[in-house]
């Protein structure tokens, strides 16, 4: 086989190792993902928690630095503090070093029963976890596969004389393994898959031992950067990149000086150079691990002083008014939700008019700015949400207290719904209008336009409802739904007579007019439902729209069904 074949069965080979490991990771996470992170979050209490849960969802998702993204996450949001999520990188990085020690082992001759048995479970299973673990199971065999394919690949390298040399030149200096290691990792997001295929190099005799430690510390470093890459320019997850790198570094700093006095000392433990290398990944983080679990104060203090925080952009999503320290003071914090609840209101009627202007001028960032506006309204929304459940729970909450929390609720549930209507369905219908280049007619578009100016008025109006909890306008915003109840039919029967005099603007139009105005309904109908809770305390609200059978029979509504 010629060195150019040697490479790229090589690169094959890794590369099947890795989409192993993906699914593997991909299954677990579906199977299981919410239950890890909940997992992680019991790690808040304390360090060696934190530790430990950081070991054990890494060694079930086989990758590190899917276990530092979620921590980085936490961080990014909020949830997790820097030295508890500093310490469940420490456990990750040890949890990386059991995998690699389970898959050292020659177990390759087992390979086609993880997979067998993950294509009946992924295939035959009727659960959805089921299907997830046997995907679980093929990416495992898929792993021993490539792990068998890697060794047989890595033996011609042995005989090539081209090929020993240019692997002698690559990995001559301590540095340049450690380096050209950890942008291996950083391309392949997995050092787990370094760590293995240096340890195939080293069970051939491609690399020396000393090279293989080197190429493993690299294996170690690298795995920091795409946990920086992905804290962005939040600086509080920074940090958490930044002291993974001072761990990892001043690890690597120590072990460069040491590497011939280590490789032999593992020599005298472990005659296979594959298990020497597998042992050293474990010491090395154990010993890292141990080392720096008790300095995590200190270093991210070191990280914060070199990483401060920086003033943040105003973020549309971010509650403004929601104060935890007011819950004490019910009346206070309601007021603090209902000011936050307007400025969900504020995000509805911006995105009500964005969608009337891109449905005139068939604008496609505007139709963008829609989906944005309704992650803001969800965060808002879910701020709003939290904080009432916690003003709730005070023992000595008031019975109009409780209510004033009852109804801002559901006025903040209501409008996060019109946030939906707006962007899943309206704005999805303006983006066929402007795919297929699609023009309503003058009369359909006037009707669409009076409707939603009629939406907006109530809008308003159930801001004032909200405010002052006035039971006259009230009264007038149940009569402005059913006005617009009564727009929406003359709308559609205009619309029914366009399209039998032959109109062709509302021939092409049809679907897409008739869900306008039906979703233009649907969210007058939210808008009004701050209305029911005033009118029902205040006794004006009916209980059925039906009439009672009494008052049916005295208008001569014959009883029971009609006859044929």
């Known amino acids: 086989m010629t060195g150019t074949m040697t490479l790229l069965h090589l690169a094959g080979d890794v590369a099947l190792l890795l989409w192993g490991m993906h699914m593997v990771h991909t299954g677990v996470i ?26 054990g969802i890494t060694t079930l998702l086989q990758s590190s630095t899917a276990t530092g993204l979620m921590a980085t996450s936490f961080i990014a949001s909020g949830l997790m503090g820097l030295v508890p999520a500093l310490a469940v990188t420490l456990g990750a ?43 679980v199971g093929i990416g495992l065999g898929l792993v021993l596969l490539a792990l068998h394919l890697l060794v047989a690949a890595v033996e011609p390298i042995e005989q090539a004389r081209a090929m020993r040399d240019l692997f002698e030149v690559l990995t001559g200096e301590p540095l340049i393994n450690i380096a050209l290691a950890a942008l291996l990792t950083w391309a392949a997001y997995s050092s787990v898959a370094v760590v293995l295929l240096v340890m195939s190099l080293a069970a051939a005799q491609v690399v020396t031992p000393v090279a293989a430690l080197a190429l493993v510390l690299g294996a170690n470093l690298g795995n920091v950067i795409p946990q920086y ?20 570094g001043l690890g690597c700093l120590v072990a460069v000086p040491a590497l011939p006095l280590l490789a032999d000392a593992l020599a005298q433990l ?36 070199l990483l401060p925080a920086t003033p943040v952009a105003f973020d549309p999503g971010r509650p403004q008014y929601i104060d935890a320290g007011t819950i004490e003071a019910p009346s206070v914090a309601l007021a603090n939700a209902a000011r936050e609840a307007l400025r969900m209101v504020d995000v509805v009627e911006t995105m ?81 209008k402007v795919k297929h280049q699609l023009s309503f007619s003058t009369d359909g578009f006037e009707e669409i336009a009076a409707m939603h100016q009629r939406v907006l008025d109530g809008l308003q109006l159930a801001v004032s409802v909200f405010m002052t909890g006035n039971a006259r306008d009230a009264r007038a915003l149940l009569a402005a739904k059913a006005e617009l109840r009564e727009l929406e039919r003359t709308a559609t029967e205009n619309h029914l007579r366009r399209l039998r005099e032959g109109r062709p603007e509302s021939i092409e139009t049809s679907a897409l007019h008739l869900d306008i105005v039906r979703d ?29 059978e009494e008052e049916a029979l005295a208008d001569g509504t014959p009883r029971g069904e009609p006859e044929p």
């Open 30 to 55: 579906r199977a299981f993902g919410a239950d890890l992170r909940r997992f992680l979050a019991i790690g808040l209490k304390s360090r060696w928690k934190a530790f430990l849960a950081g070991l």
């Open 93 to 135: 990085n040890v949890g990386t070093t059991l995998i690699v020690q389970v898959l050292a082992f020659d177990i390759a001759a087992v390979a086609p029963i993880p997979i067998l048995l993950g294509l009946v479970a992924f295939k035959r299973g009727r659960r959805t976890q089921t299907r997830d673990l046997g995907r």
């Open 229 to 248: 890459l992905a804290a962005g320019s939040n600086n509080a997850a920074r940090r958490l990149a930044l002291g993974n790198l001072v761990v990892r």
């Open 270 to 305: 472990e005659a296979s150079p594959a298990r020497q290398a597998a042992d050293f990944h474990t010491l090395f983080n154990l010993a890292l691990g141990l080392l720096f679990i008790g300095f995590l104060g200190p270093l991210a203090k070191l990280c914060t002083r």
């Open 352 to 432: 009500l008019r964005t969608f009337l202007d891109a449905l005139r001028s068939d604008d496609r960032k505007a139709l963008a700015q829609i989906g944005r506006m309704d992650d803001t309204l969800d965060r808002l929304h879910r701020a709003i949400k939290l904080y009432i459940t916690e003003i709730s729970r005070e023992e000595a909450l008031e019975d109009a207290d409780a209510r004033r929390c009852s109804d801002i609720l559901a006025f903040t549930i209501n409008l996060e719904h019109v946030g939906d209507i707006l962007d899943k369905s309206l704005r999805e219908i303006a983006a066929k």
């Open 520 to 548: 233009l309904k649907r969210i007058a109908a939210h808008v009004a439902a701050v209305a029911y809770p005033i009118l029902d305390q205040s006794g004006a609200l009916q209980r059925s729209r039906v009439l009672a």
